[in-house]
């Protein structure tokens, strides 16, 4: 069975860019997350989805980030546009159930450098 | 690597000790932690987790302990072995929440 895909692996911008990160979650996995790690900080939630719905947004740090889960299957998260301090690594997870009832399996990650 | 500049705490072994890795938790009211393994390049992988109603779970050479009095838990590998080196974090959820809370890390490295 496939995991969690991210793409791109990594993507280098010039502040002021935007950029489209992808996330293809688990087949039948409901509820997908995104979480990012900015350099020399913890792995910190952005939101959360469950099917098309925005469940929990509150992670999400300002209105240059727009995620969507059309359809409920594959997610997008868009910076636009991007300033430096979005440099880092986003993380996309997905689950059959939420926590504490079910694990999340994370992808390998899309890392993120604004220069 | 991604973890340049988080000045992760770091456990050197040896192949074959047992490993304690320590986390103290910020929230009283989790009710739910987690541990993830994460290597070089990949996203975190699922260890083992615990409920806030038990202090101690074993699984496949590994043994997490909860202290809720002191909020802290930890993850025991028995038998260290070169494939563990990693990065290491505890995960907290609070009750009814679907976010995690993960702490900052510790790097486990195995000697040979």
């Known amino acids: 069975e496939a995991g969690v895909t991210q793409f791109p692996s990594h993507s280098v911008i010039e502040k002021g860019q935007t950029v489209t990160l992808r996330c293809d979650p688990i087949?039948?996995?409901?509820?997908l997350y995104w979480y990012r790690r900015v350099m020399g900080k913890e792995i910190k939630f952005l939101l959360h989805?469950?099917?098309?719905?925005?469940?929990?947004e509150s992670g999400m740090p300002n209105n240059r980030f727009l995620a969507e889960r059309t359809g409920g299957t594959y997610s997008t998260l868009k910076v636009q546009p991007a300033e430096l301090e979005d440099s880092g690594v986003y993380f996309c997870?997905?689950?059959?159930?939420?926590?504490?009832?079910?694990?999340?399996?994370f992808g390998e990650g899309s890392r993120l450098t604004v220069l | 690597g991604e973890n340049v500049g988080l000045h992760l705490p770091t456990l050197s072994v040896q192949e074959g000790d047992n490993s304690i890795i320590n986390c103290a938790y910020s929230?009283?009211?989790?009710?739910?932690f987690i541990w993830y393994k994460q290597e070089s390049g990949k996203g975190p992988q699922f260890i083992i987790d615990?409920?806030?109603?038990?202090d101690k779970r074993q699984g496949q050479r590994v043994t997490v302990l909860l202290n809720k009095t002191v909020k802290h838990l930890s993850l025991q590998i028995a038998a260290t072995q070169p494939g563990d080196s990693a990065v290491y974090f505890c995960?907290?959820?609070?009750?009814?929440?679907?976010?995690?809370?993960f702490g900052k890390g510790t790097k486990l490295s195995v000697i040979p």
């Open positions: 997870a997905s689950s059959p159930l939420g926590p504490p009832t079910g694990e999340l399996f």
């Open positions: 087949s039948g996995h409901d509820n």
């Open positions: 989805f469950v099917k098309e719905s925005k469940q929990d």
């Open positions: 929230n009283s009211a989790s009710d739910y």
């Open positions: 615990i409920r806030s109603n038990m």
């Open positions: 995960a907290e959820v609070g009750a009814g929440s679907y976010q995690l809370t």
